[in-house]
């Protein structure tokens, strides 16, 4: 599919251009430069990452996996219980306090399973897994999609953490193939909606430590620190989108920044076209205690101590597990979860600023 130049009319942030190359030859000025993105904004570019194709071909899977009748993707549905593995049809989070509806489906694949392919060992039997094209290419595409973008994502870890001046592995210790988590690779797809603004994804910060996103369209959108103003994010051919999300944040006592985004259609010259989104989420092995790691560095431990009292203490210290947290924030995003605003109040994550 062709799609649409980007168009010139319409209030684009810039992101820094993070070349994954030099960060792989630990080049110190790009080691700054990815810095510098994580604390500020939380989001950057990442080019010369190397999984171009193997998107390529998840979103490929992607297109046979919707195309699928509804009752049959209905059989993978996720469930009300705060599990995210499986499908999500349109409608079936909330994206404001009012309970408006999403109008994004999509297919949540568990880094778990993939990696254990052909065993599945979070969601099973196998005819109640995943719909069968995810499983047919399971072996082809998924495994080889999660384990680079797993390498990407350690890699950005792995520099965090140097950053953060704690001991050489910390945060990697979070992100083990050896524990069961919450990481998975997510492919959106969002129809064409005749009102532009109607969202397709509500505000959100991400539950997770990083997110490595390609999106086809724009429709990405930021709420850059200080502004009220949402602001699209271009996508740029070739380059992945990564963001800071919950844990990370959290972990680092505040200095890595987890920001609001959302989605809504493409805009004007890429209106009326399907959008499609692929991401993948790294997210800490299911036991992890969210809190600031203020014993392993000074600079968390500082952080953590000049920010601000009761709002910011008790965020750094949140008393949940990982496996806690995503359930909790899944959970009460979920429409059929609904009470009332209070049920989209107790999805939030660490959002300072609260977007209805
Ligand atoms: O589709 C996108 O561009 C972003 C998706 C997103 O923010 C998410 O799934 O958490
Ligand atoms: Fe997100």
Redesign the pocket.
């Known amino acids: 599919m062709s799609i649409p130049m980007w168009p010139e009319d319409v209030p684009t942030h810039s992101l820094l251009v993070i070349d994954y190359e030099l960060l792989k030859k630990r080049d110190v000025g790009e080691i700054e430069r990815l810095w510098e993105a994580a604390t500020k904004l939380g989001f950057w570019y990442l080019k010369n990452h190397e999984v171009d194709e193997l998107a390529q071909e998840m979103f490929d899977l992607g297109a046979e996996v919707m195309a699928l009748p509804h009752e049959e993707k209905m059989k993978f549905e996720q469930g009300d219980d705060g599990e995210s593995f499986g499908y999500k049809k349109a409608g079936g989070n909330a994206v404001a306090a009012s309970g408006e509806p999403d109008t ?1 489906e ?1 297919l949540n694949i568990a880094k778990d399973d993939a990696l254990a392919w052909p065993n599945l060992v979070r969601r099973a039997p196998p005819g109640t897994a995943y719909p069968a094209p995810a499983l047919a290419r399971m072996e082809s595409t998924v495994k080889p999609f999660i384990e680079k973008s797993l390498a990407v994502n350690n890699t950005l870890m792995d520099i965090l953490n140097d950053k953060l001046g704690l001991k050489k592995g910390r945060l990697l210790e979070f992100y083990t193939n050896e524990e069961f988590s919450g990481s998975e690779a ?1 492919i ?1 797809r ?1 129809p064409p909606m005749s009102d532009t603004q109607k969202i ?2 509500g505000s ?1 910060t ?2 997770g430590s990083l ?1 490595f ?1 390609h ?1 086809r369209q724009g ?2 959108q930021v709420l850059p620190p200080g502004s009220e103003t949402w602001q699209y ?1 271009e ?1 740029i051919a070739n380059h992945a ?1 990564c ?1 800071v999300g919950d844990s990370l944040a959290i972990f680092s006592g505040g200095i890595l920044r987890s920001n609001l ?3 809504i259609p493409p805009p004007s010259t890429q209106a009326n076209t399907v ?1 499609w ?3 993948f ?1 790294s997210r800490p092995g299911n036991s992890s205690v969210l809190r600031a790691l203020v014993e392993g560095s000074d600079k968390i431990a500082n952080a953590v101590a000049s920010s601000k009292e009761g709002e910011d203490g008790k965020k750094f210290d949140t008393g949940s597990t990982a496996e806690e947290w995503f359930a909790r924030r899944i959970k009460n995003q979920r429409i059929a979860n609904r009470k009332g605003p209070e049920t989209w109040m107790a999805s939030r994550g660490t959002e300072r600023v609260q977007v209805a």
């Open positions: 994004a999509f997510r959106i969002n397709a994804l959100h991400d539950f997110s996103l999106n429709g990405l994010v996508p989108i963001n985004h959302r989605v959008r989104s692929l991401v989420f």
